[in-house]
Nanobody, 122 residues
């Protein structure tokens, strides 16, 4: 059973930064992604990265503020978040896919973490 374990969430003031980590219990997957679910809203795509870490994909609202990266030797993917806004408040989920290219579709992801809470205060 593949497990994805997120860490690094917390409470931060607007304008601050946080870095989320997600460690997979098994071999690195070709595509790793981050999604988030704000209170009362559906889960939405945030960012994804391919195996080589060359190809990345972001939702428009986080471009220029968030950076996704990965360390395959550690089976870990990261999401560095800067210039955080109250609208970034959500539960952040890590996901793993066997697709070759980063995808923003939830149905393309095979495994999911339990989520980590990020709260941005104004």
């Amino acid at each position: 059973q593949v497990q994805l374990v997120e860490s690094g969430g917390g409470l931060v003031q607007a304008g601050g930064s946080l870095t989320l980590s997600c460690e997979a219990s098994e071999r690195p997957f070709s595509v790793m992604g981050w999604f988030r679910q704000a209170p009362g809203k559906e889960r939405r795509f945030v960012a994804a990265i391919d195996w080589s870490a060359v190809i990345t994909r972001y939702t428009d609202s986080v471009k220029g503020r968030f950076t996704i990266s990965r360390d395959n030797a550690k089976n870990t993917v990261y999401l560095q978040m800067t210039s955080l806004k109250p609208d970034d408040t959500a539960i952040y989920y890590c996901a793993a896919s066997t697709r070759l290219l980063p995808t923003d579709q939830e149905t393309d992801y095979n495994y999911w973490g339990q989520g980590t809470q990020v709260t941005v205060s104004s």
